[in-house]
């Protein structure tokens, strides 16, 4: 995997101070991208176990919420396979902070694929950019089609935004669920 920048000190993406990285590649291209210097998956630098170790030095300080996860998009599966174990390795150092992370997948196309990934973090953002429904006014959402999920106990539900977050206020009931015989159960909202 190759991935175009790590922020060690963003306020953008993500409730509280957070450490961000944003990796390359994305096969969805969507129309109107901001971000279009990350399609290509040779795109920025390669991210070695050094870049790794550095990001959970930046993790460390009290202060800091969270790690964020941006891209590019990161559930291509290729990037994927080097997030998951960099995800867990996250979480075994820091389990008190949160994991953010922003996919141009919709959870109706992660989920039946038993995505792993989505699974580890505790906020997923879904959804292709849509020009038409473009809103800067949405907080860390850039359309009006992308929504905000909370990890709840290993069940997703979907929230209005933020302000939701703390205590989970689940809207319209609409939950991804993980049964004890680990397949997953879904009911989600269309997506208009
Ligand atoms: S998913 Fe994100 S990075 Fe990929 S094309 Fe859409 S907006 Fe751009």
């Known amino acids: 995997m190759r ?41 920025g630098k ?25 891209g590019g998009n990161p559930t291509e599966p290729e ?47 879904d959804g292709r950019f849509e020009e038409d429904k473009k809103d800067s006014s949405l907080a860390f959402k850039g359309s009006g089609n992308q929504r905000m999920w909370a990890n709840v106990d290993g069940n997703f539900v979907l929230v209005n935004g933020p302000e939701d977050l703390n205590p989970v206020k689940c809207v319209n009931g609409y939950v991804v669920k993980r049964r004890e015989d680990g397949e997953l159960e879904f009911s989600l909202p269309k997506v208009s």
């Not at 390359?24 to 279009?36: E, I, M, P, W």
């Not at 998951?84 to 919709?106: A, C, M, N, Q, S």
């Open 3 to 43: 991935y175009m920048q790590v922020l060690d000190c963003d306020v953008a993406n993500g409730l509280g101070w957070r450490v961000s990285l944003f990796v390359s590649g994305c096969t969805l291209h969507c129309k109107g991208c901001f971000n279009k210097e990350a399609w290509d998956f040779c795109a």
């Open 79 to 125: 990037n994927e396979k080097e997030l998951i174990p960099f995800v867990k390795r996250v979480k075994e150092y820091y389990p008190d902070k949160d994991i953010w992370l922003w996919t141009g997948h919709t959870m109706e196309e992660l989920v039946p694929r038993k995505d792993e990934l989505i699974w580890l973090c505790d906020v997923v953002i």
């Open 46 to 70: 390669p991210f070695t176990v050094n870049v790794q170790n550095k990001i959970l030095e930046l993790l460390h300080p009290d202060y800091i919420q969270g790690l964020s996860i941006l």
